[in-house]
């Protein structure tokens, strides 16, 4: 099934730094959600967007709904060790049900 | 509160047995959904419920494949018969039906491997 381009696919970085990534898709999305999973465990939901322009922080993640509806992004500020896992973008079409695409996932590697 | 429930966390299976996954959702949520991980292909959904009527099961990949809501607490997945293509984890999530409200929680996996 489709897919959302999510990027980048992996980061390495220090603790202390910001984190950026962000999912695109072709076709106009009404809900965008973000989750991250540790090993062995379930997607945990981070943050849930659901108008175009939105900015929404959880903590140190803020996450934004794009004004074209086509995208968003997540941010990470003061990366911490317990950062580190693997973060999916899911979104719900424009008038469809309630499923949700997700993206192939970015993997983040926080170094102390 | 207690999230999604599945059990058992980890099947080793022979090719050609009948394997079947168990999920508890959250109470008082009333749409279920079953996805499949792996390296390859990510999550994919496989099939989900609504107040225990299932509304679309076009990711289901075969007709080996089987899912059930006899209630609004609990939900299988079945594999008969199962092969090594379908070592993956199989993952349960619900949320609750609401408008504009779409936020799935899951639950932490079944890690399926038949050999």
């Known amino acids: 099934g489709q897919q959302l381009n999510q990027s980048p696919q992996s980061m390495f970085i ?11 898709s072709s076709s106009i999305f009404n809900t965008w959600l973000w989750y991250k999973q540790d090993p062995g465990e379930g997607p945990v939901l981070l943050i849930a967007l659901y108008k175009a322009g939105e900015l929404t922080s959880n903590g140190r993640l803020t996450a934004q709904f794009g004004i074209t509806r086509k995208d968003s992004f997540l941010n990470i500020s003061a990366s911490i060790p ?18 949700l695409v ?11 | 509160d207690a999230g999604v429930i599945q059990s058992p966390r980890h099947e080793v299976t022979e090719m050609g047995q009948e394997v079947t996954l168990r999920c508890k959702p959250i109470s ?6 079953w996805y499949r991980q792996t390296m390859m292909r990510g999550l994919e959904l496989l ?3 609504n107040n225990n009527v299932p509304i679309d099961d076009s990711g289901m990949p075969e007709d080996r494949f089987s ?24 993952f349960c999530a619900s949320s609750v039906r609401l408008a504009g409200d779409h936020e799935q929680y899951f639950g932490p996996g079944t890690r399926l491997t038949v050999t």
């Open chain 1, 14 to 24: 220090q603790e202390g730094e910001d984190v950026s990534m962000n999912c695109t």
């Open chain 1, 102 to 112: 997700f993206g192939k996932g970015t993997k983040l590697t926080v170094n102390p």
């Open chain 2, 47 to 49: 099939i989900y419920f």
């Open chain 2, 67 to 90: 899912a059930k809501m006899p209630n609004a607490s609990f939900s299988t997945l079945k594999i008969q018969p199962s092969e090594p293509r379908d070592s993956a984890v199989y």
């Open chain 2, 28 to 33: 008082g949520h009333n749409s279920l959904f």
């Open chain 1, 82 to 99: 317990s950062d580190v896992g693997i973060y999916f973008c899911a979104g719900r079409r424009q008038g469809g049900s309630e499923k």
